[in-house]
């Protein structure tokens, strides 16, 4: 199993607080259609914090700079 991975904190970075996720409207979680069944997921763009704002640094979670992972999203390219 592995461990849940931490998404910075975008007010630690930016100094405001991410925007509510569009994915999923700030809930969390997103609604899909299994065949009849209606399932519920963890959002995959906000990881379930219902916030989301793409990094500042990066596009994908690399540093453009170095190619090391982004120190200002940790690899994650999105803060919440
Ligand atoms: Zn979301
Ligand atoms: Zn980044």
Redesign the pocket.
């Known amino acids: 199993m592995l461990a849940t991975p931490t998404i910075i904190d975008a007010i630690t970075v930016t100094g405001a607080h991410a925007l509510e996720c569009g994915e999923c409207e700030g809930g969390g979680t997103v609604t899909y259609m299994h065949g009849p069944y209606e399932h519920t997921r963890e959002c995959d763009t906000c990881h379930g914090t219902g916030r989301h704002l793409p990094?500042p640094?990066?596009s994908d979670?690399t540093s453009p700079d170095t190619g090391d992972t982004?120190p200002?999203?940790e690899g994650f390219?999105a803060l919440i």
Do not use: L
Request: charge should be neutral; glycine fraction near 12%; hydrophobic fraction near 25%.
């Open positions: 990094c640094a990066c979670g982004c200002t999203c390219a």
